[in-house]
């Protein structure tokens, strides 16, 4: 069963309470109207179009959620998906940059020197070299990456890629393009 489909299918506000409620563990047509709230009569339609479609096990009133399929839907779609871009040429570095960013956004800072390095190193690009910039811009470009700009901020100066003096930063280190 494809992804979609059971999307598709969970759509359906009365068909994603009866799954709800199977995955809670009711195991009749009953305990699942009881457990959702829902008419017997909705419930026992939700159940025959999801056995139809091969997510429920339906035998009279007994009803058997098919959890495995959720899983082979999902790894299916996940093998069909395009590959990630590469975030750098260096598959080290590329492997670190896609754990830690999802999306342009740094979904938390490595405590591990090695890796917050790179993730750093990756961040500062946003900073042209020969620009000096006062600190509130340098927060609005550390929050479009990361909520935590003191944070950002202090481990780009302590790691010298960026400079601090009376309030105003430069980018002092790092790759740069030419």
Known sequence: ?????????????????VVAALALGAGT???VAEAAA???????????RLSRAGLVHREGHVL????ERFGEAARAAAALAPPAP?????PAQDAVLQTFLRDGRLVS?????????VVLEHL????EPGVRYPEREVNALLAAWHPDVAALRRYLVDEGLLTREA????????????
Do not use: C, N
């Open 109 to 117: 800072i490595p405590t591990q020197h090695s890796k917050r390095r």
């Open 167 to 178: 309030g105003v930063y430069w980018r002092s280190g790092g790759y740069v393009e030419v």
């Open 38 to 48: 829902l008419p017997l009569k909705d419930v026992a339609l939700a159940a025959r």
């Open 86 to 90: 590469r975030l750098s040429e260096d």
């Open 124 to 127: 500062v690009v946003v900073f």
């Open 29 to 31: 047509l009953e305990e």
């Open 64 to 67: 058997a959620l098919h959890t």
């Open 1 to 17: 069963m494809e992804a979609g489909t059971i999307v598709g299918l969970l759509a359906d506000p009365v068909r994603l309470k």
